[in-house]
């Protein structure tokens, strides 16, 4: 053999033996992440990792695909968690993925043991990586009251008064944190009980005692509230807008025996709380000295009423009105025989109702106008003292100048006139509206009369003639859907539309229906979804709102109901004013009913209701209550020979 041959020969075999004796690299675990997160297993806890985690372990070496099970394990409070390896990357990266969405907020360790070999064999010293799972977020997946899910709605409306709300959860909740975190507030502030159930998913809240009806609750489930994992919750706000509590306030009476009451509770406003001085009716019960010259009118009409329900004594009665008709007639200021809408009750000096109005205004005259005959009707001319009252009332009656309200002679009434600002209101009075008594009494006067020319070009020059079908009911006169009721109430309150025709055949008793009976048709149909209208509550007419003062109807309706617009309505629409009584007096009286009868007004989707009484509007529901009853007032106001007279001039026919 070549001897340089064997001499490489003999130092390759050194070569090999010496590399063979070579020690091999150690096993080093050189990066971790959690998902996207690199993180260091250095022993410190990892917060929020997924519920499906993707852990890759980057080694040094090529790993021993047969020790990865045993060699690297994941746990959760000592239990093992199933896991899928992946090898990569020349098998030195290994990718674990759980079998299973992992617990939420839970504590893991991944544990790597010395079974852990690289595929020389070299063992894994050890190391531990720790991490939590995302806290993640408790969700409110449906709340249902009266098997509805509202869990949408911002306003729950008809929410039972014993109130019970089953919330379901995607996780267990914390009971503690639950029973702190919910909370009802409102008008009362309601004891909650709890139940659980499906596990803790499931839970139902129920009050201990009744909420009150028609009021508005706010329903909140704060942010501390947590599953029993620990997941938290955003928060949930919703408001409780309770039903109707249908149960009666007052005990059953008969209906003659429920309408003497309200007739004689309602008389007490104007009794009761008539000034001191001149007798005359109050402007509402919060106005002091302020009397109504029309709402004095309506008041003197309450007297034969009350002598008649034997509310009071004719001796009583004879005397209260000798102290209102000698005020009217010698105290009170007048202007050109009318007076002014509002007044001083001691001293009759004219109050201003608005800027210009501190005058003469002949409608609200021609209600007191109208109140003096119907009680000079009922006197009796054969007892002296009520001889002289009924001279009185005539002398007040000539002194109305009607005529010189036509402003410089023309066929027109005017409804105002100020000594400071003389015809500057500039408002002549026209139909279809609550004046048509100004007429009526204009040309009944045997002193100061009009013509059939000034009613005709003015009364009858307004929006008159309608004709057309509202809520299928034809309306004969006035305005789209009537207007207020009021419209239909002052006017008659002795004027008899029974068998009235106008001097174009129009038939008063069917305008007085079924303009009532389109109002009530509107809050049936309730087209703007007002809560609390029904076939039993209903009436839009001026009054009092949460918002002010106003002339509510069908075109103007807020949600106001007001009690006069359906109790003055007796007599015609006697069997559905019974209903909307009963309703007002049974079942809303709690807060309807005062010691003066029935408050104003109300709104039920605002939850106010008025402290106020105002003389204009109690004085129609005694008045017309009395109609329907007996027809005393319409009886008495149509035996006037002047009114007789002053309707023939008109043309009207009875």
Known sequence: MNHKITIILLMALLAMACKKDEPSAPLVLKQVYIDSQEVNPDGSITSDVSLFPIIRLVFSESLDESSLSSGIRLLADSELIPVNYTLSSDNKTVSLTPVAQLANFTSHVLKINNELKSHKGVEFDAADILFRTVQGTLVLEKMVINDLDVSNSNLVYDVPLTLDITMHYNEAVNRSSMESAISVSGDKQPELSFTYSDNDQVVTISTTAPLSY???????????LESAAGASFDGFTTQLFTTLDETDKFPQLTDEELLTLIQRQTFTYFWDFGHPVSGLSRERNTSGHTVASGASGFGLMTIPVGIERGFITRAEGVERLSTMINFL?????????????????????????????????????????????????????????????????????????????QKDAKNVLYWHWSPNYNWEMNHPIKGWNEALITYVMAASSASHGITKEVYNEGWKAGMFINGKSFYDITLPLGPDYGGPLFFEQYTFLGLDPRNLSGNQGESYWEQVVNHTLINREHCVRNPNKHIGYSANCWGLTASDGYNGYSAHSPTNDVGVITPTAALSSFPFTPDRSMEALKHF??????????????????????????????????????????????????????????????????????
């Open 329 to 405: 007639g010698n105290k009170a200021e007048r202007f050109h025989g009318a007076w002014s809408h509002w007044l001083h009750g001691e001293t009759g000096a004219a109050l201003a109702f608005s800027e210009k109005d501190n005058g003469g205004d002949l409608v609200e005259t021609s209600f007191v106008a109208m109140g003096l005959i119907t009680v000079r009707q009922y006197l009796n001319k054969a007892v002296t003292e009520e001889q002289t009252l009924i001279d009185k009332i005539n002398t007040i009656l000539n002194g109305i100048e009607w005529d010189w309200y």
């Open 214 to 224: 028609y009021r508005n609750y706010d329903f909140k489930i704060s942010g501390n």
């Open 585 to 654: 007096y049974y079942v809303l009286g709690d807060r309807l009913w005062g010691p003066y009868g029935f408050y104003d007004a109300f709104s039920v989707k605002d939850e106010w209701y008025a402290t106020s009484n105002i003389g204009i509007d109690q004085g129609p529901i005694i008045l017309m209550i009395e109609n329907h009853r007996s027809g005393l007032l319409w009886d008495l106001f149509m035996s006037a020979p002047e009114v007789q007279s002053g309707l023939s001039e008109l043309g009207f026919t009875y």
